[in-house]
């Protein structure tokens, strides 16, 4: 592209820019946006490979993998919802610093984009359909019903992500926008295309799901292994197919990193050997090593717990590295720089944002999180203790204090 391409393809994006500006500092955006899309990933990568490892245990005879199926699908399905919830996150942030970027790409692929939702539901349906189908069976070594539910959820959730990966690549190809739009000598609004993609990208966040999996079984058998009627010969099981996962996973999404660098597009310049290019694949790798030093012998139980944490760690790497790409990209090769975006400072706004994640999200997660917590580890029945009861009427009074406050604040602002 000459120089008169690229400064026309920059005024584009500039003037596509919202006037209105930010109510903070953009890179406060831009953080969140690495943080929250590693969380997002990193839900999607357990849904994608327990469901593989449901998949696996549905069609083998063997009664350990079978078991191990069924535990899995349990935490796929939950694992959907929060990759949902998380991942409206980074949709939010991404679309106000690149709101040129992000409302192109979705309008070009705007069949896409709403077909998104209901591909998204069918897959959700046919992962239920098969644990509806199974779930209250007490023998869990059985031959399990509407095994091809499973194979159909795993190809749509796959499709889902590859809508995604298609919006996230057409973003990095403003040069492009115009053509896409004009097929032919004529306009197309049709929206019925995804216009760019990256195979190796795609497959080395899908592959990711591999080693995300092994992490959540060994964290499995170190959470089961306290209940009294822990069953040892199915838990250790459980963690060496995990261990197994993280090491082949993480070697495997190593060189699909690898491939991913080698294909990036011209306008990344020489990002690839870049340090931010290299540390991502350099943390997967470390991943295999990291679990072939701690999740054996002595420091096993120790780390299980770990496994997840570490896996986010990585994936906050890679998300840091992802997004480094974009501005290389973006501000690198076209001069689209958000760090330029006009401020309209909105204190109550990013303070009101910062303290319902802090203390809301705070309080009401630690409730949740311990019920769950405790009743997964309790045998039949759990009741809560005094103080979990009093953490669950706090977290409500929480939420009541912050619904007044919203709507005091509000009326407040519009009698004004
Ligand atoms: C449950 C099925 C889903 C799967 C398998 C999936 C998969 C993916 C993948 C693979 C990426 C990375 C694309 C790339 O960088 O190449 C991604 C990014 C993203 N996903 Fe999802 N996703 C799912 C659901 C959702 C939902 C429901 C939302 C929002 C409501 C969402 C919002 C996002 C956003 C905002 C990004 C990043 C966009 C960007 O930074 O440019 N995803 N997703």
Known sequence: MDAQNVAQVTEMMYALRNPAGLPT??????????????????????????????????YTNNP?????????????????????????????????????HWYTSNVLSADWVIAFIFIL???????????????????????????????????????VGFIMHSL?????HPEMWKEWYMQNGKLDYSGDTLHAYNFWRYAFFISMAIPVAGAMMVTY?????????????????????????????????TVLYVAWMMTIQETAGDFATSFWGIIGGVAVLGYALWAKLRLNG???????????????????????????????????????DFFDYKIVMDWYSTGLFFLTFAIVGGVVLSYFLTIAW????????????????????????????WLVQFFVVGFYVWAQ
Request: net charge positive.
């Open 25 to 58: 500092y953009p890179i406060i955006f831009v953080g969140l946006n690495v943080l929250t899309f590693a969380l997002h990933i990193l839900f999607v990568q357990l849904l994608l490979g327990t469901s593989l490892v449901a998949l696996y245990g549905a």
């Open 168 to 172: 996230t690549s057409q973003i990095l």
């Open 221 to 253: 058998r170190r959470f089961k292994m306290v209940r009294e009627d822990a069953d040892m010969q199915y838990l250790n099981f459980a963690a060496e197919v995990g261990k197994k996962w993280i090491l082949v996973g993480s070697i495997i999404s």
């Open 374 to 401: 405790k009743a997964g580890q309790t045998v039949g029945i759990y009741t809560p203790g005094p103080g979990v009861q009093k953490l669950g009427t706090v977290a409500i009074w929480v939420v009541a204090l």
């Open 298 to 336: 002595k420091s096993a139980d120790m780390c299980s717990y770990m496994a997840l944490p570490m896996a986010l760690v990585i994936g906050l790497v890679v998300a840091t590295s992802r997004e480094i790409l974009r501005y290389d990209i973006l501000n690198g090769f076209f001069g689209y």
């Open 121 to 159: 539901i069918l897959a959700y349906w046919a992962m239920y359909l098969y644990y509806f189908q199974n779930y209250k069976r007490e023998d869990k070594t059985a031959e399990p019903k509407s095994r091809w539910s499973l194979i159909v959820s795993l190809a749509l959730m796959l499709l």
């Open 64 to 100: 350990l993998w079978r078991r191990l199926g069924m535990a899995m699908i349990d935490v796929a399905k939950v694992s959907v919802s929060v990759a949902i919830v998380v991942g409206v996150a980074p949709l939010l942030f991404v679309q106000v610093v690149y709101d040129p």
